[in-house]
């Protein structure tokens, strides 16, 4: 069964400074993807940033990126340039292969809170 | 615009009195599902549906039940509400595709419903 862990219930970064938010999972799956989400407290849901298992290359978007370790099983994400926008929840989230991609796990999300 | 549409987006209501929650896309999407997300245990799927009549179970699906009979709409039913279903509901929607294709597919959320079962 696949499992998300997300270890860090809050974090604080200052305006402007990196931050990186750690996302660890489990999986016998060789094939499947890994998704970042963001939850304002508006409360919609954003898509980030994607990363697939085979991807040789860690995934940039703007200001996100991933630092993908495989033998790891990490995911983590990392915000540059903190701006107070960015202050939400992050979840973590896989889709297996295994599973025809049909079920879907998030991890228990990690509030970022950016001071000014 | 592209979107996933949820309704209601808020309700109060009683135990036991059935209550339907619609989701319906624009995106011709083959996947959706339907996730809870409750106060420091991330979002749950419930059901997911890979296409048109294909549905199946998630991790929380007790209490649940879905239909997919046209492609645009996967409604949630609750059959008879108890408090423990009290919770902030999503729906979302991706291309499909089995596999690998489908592995790497985001998925786009609706707005969310809050369901209060007193």
């Known amino acids: 069964a696949q499992k998300i862990t997300q270890t860090q219930p809050g974090m604080f970064v200052q305006e402007k400074e990196a931050v990186t938010l750690d996302c660890t999972y489990d999986?016998?799956?060789?094939?499947?993807?890994l998704f970042w989400y963001k939850q304002p407290s508006s409360g919609e849901m954003i898509f980030l940033i994607y990363q697939g298992s085979y991807d040789e290359q860690n995934a940039t978007e703007g200001r996100y990126s991933l630092n993908f370790q495989k033998a790891r099983k990490s995911a983590n994400l990392v915000i540059s340039a903190s701006q107070l926008g960015d202050s939400a929840m992050y979840f973590c989230a896989m889709r297996e292969v295994s599973t025809n991609a049909g079920k879907s796990t998030f991890g228990d999300g990690t509030t970022l809170t950016v001071k000014p | 615009e592209a979107q996933v549409t949820q309704n209601p987006r808020y309700l109060i209501t009683v135990t036991g009195k059935k209550l339907t929650v619609t989701c319906s896309q624009n995106m011709n999407h083959e996947y959706m599902s339907w996730y809870r997300q409750d106060p420091g245990l991330g979002l749950r799927q419930i059901y997911y549906s890979m296409n048109v009549e294909v549905t199946d179970k998630g991790d929380v699906p007790e209490g649940y039940k879905v239909s997919r009979k046209e492609k645009r709409n996967f409604p949630l039913i609750l059959e008879s509400p108890s408090p423990n279903q009290t919770s902030l509901y999503f729906c979302?929607?991706?291309?499909?595709?089995?596999?690998?294709?489908?592995?790497?597919?985001?998925?786009?959320f609706g707005d969310g419903t809050r369901l209060s079962i007193l």
């Open positions: 979302a929607s991706s291309l499909g595709g089995t596999g690998t294709r489908g592995a790497r597919q985001p998925q786009h």
């Open positions: 999986t016998s799956d060789q094939s499947y993807g």
